[in-house]
Each structure stands twice: as C-alpha cells, then as structure tokens.
C-alpha cells in the first residue's frame, strides 16, 4: 500500500486531504507543522508528500527546498495544496522542485489526477 505525508494545520483541510488520499487507497500520516513533517519523515518515507505553504513554524516553501535537497527524499513528489495563489506563488513553489500546486479549494477531480499520475509508476 502506498503512503502519503499530508501537512497542513488547517483540521478541515487536512481531514479534506485525508478522504481523497483514503479512497485512493493510501495509508495516510498527518503533520500539523514543518518539525511535526520532518518527525514522519524520520519514521518513514512517504510515496507523496501534500504541502501547505503557511505553516505555523516555516513555510512550506522551505520545507519542499529541505526536502528535495535531501537525496533520501528528493524523488518524493510534492504537491503544495495552498490557499495563496498568485501566480509568483505558484511559480516559486515549482521552483523549490514541487511536482505540482493547487490552490484551495481544491477541485477533487484535479487533486485525485494529478495524485494519481504522480504515483502511477510506483503503482505498477
């Protein structure tokens, strides 16, 4: 079974994050925040990581150039799921290596697609 990283303080749009990935057929771990994230990550390594931008310790921002720049994650994919959404946020949430970005809220058919072709590979 895959495993997805969910991060994202919002409880509503966690719990939101949580059904898609859940019917996808995901085992699911949750972070309230980037230390909360980087803990998880300790314990396991994820097929896909979900990633706020505004989180209560760092940003998400941050937390993706970490992550890519860590050669044990760097092939993870990252989606940032993100209520700020200019296009110089989404440019530069690309540019930290995400492999996606998608402004709240969410459409659940482009979630779920774009879910869905990032670990298409791992699935089969």
Do not use: H
């Amino acid at each position: 079974m895959s495993t997805a990283l969910v991060v994202e303080d919002c409880l509503t749009d966690r719990q939101t994050l949580v059904l898609y990935l859940k019917k996808l057929g995901f085992n699911v771990l949750t972070a309230e925040s980037g230390a909360e994230a980087r803990t998880k990550l300790n314990d396991s390594k994820p097929d896909i990581i979900l990633l706020d931008v505004v989180l209560p310790d760092r940003s998400g921002f941050e937390l993706c150039r970490e992550f890519k720049s860590d050669p044990e994650m760097n092939e993870i994919p990252i989606i940032f799921c993100s209520s700020k959404g200019t296009d110089l946020d989404k440019f530069w949430g690309l540019k930290q290596g995400a492999s996606a970005y998608l402004v709240k809220p969410l459409v659940p058919e482009e979630l779920v697609g774009i879910i869905e072709q990032l670990t298409k590979n791992k699935n089969e």
